[in-house]
């Protein structure tokens, strides 16, 4: 089964925030949530959200 790496740090912040899944489509909550309090990113725009996208690796 495949996993799914999100890392902050891969879209130009200096953060040590990772989170791994299972399915790609459960990164988007978690990274939402982490985005808003750690960030203080209340609302993706589109832009974001391709960078994001583009960052998730999958790992065997």
């Known amino acids: 089964m495949a996993t799914f790496l999100y890392k902050c740090k891969d879209i130009g912040y ?3 925030f990772e989170f791994s899944a299972h399915a790609r489509e459960d990164l988007m909550p ?3 949530i982490h985005s808003r309090y750690a960030h203080n ?3 993706m ?3 974001t959200t391709k960078k994001i ?3 998730i690796k ?3």
Request: proline fraction near 0%; charge should be negative.
């Open 53 to 55: 996208e583009a960052a």
């Open 45 to 47: 725009n589109d832009e």
């Open 30 to 32: 978690r990274i939402r």
């Open 14 to 16: 200096d953060c040590g």
């Open 58 to 60: 999958q790992i065997d």
């Open 41 to 43: 990113i209340y609302e």
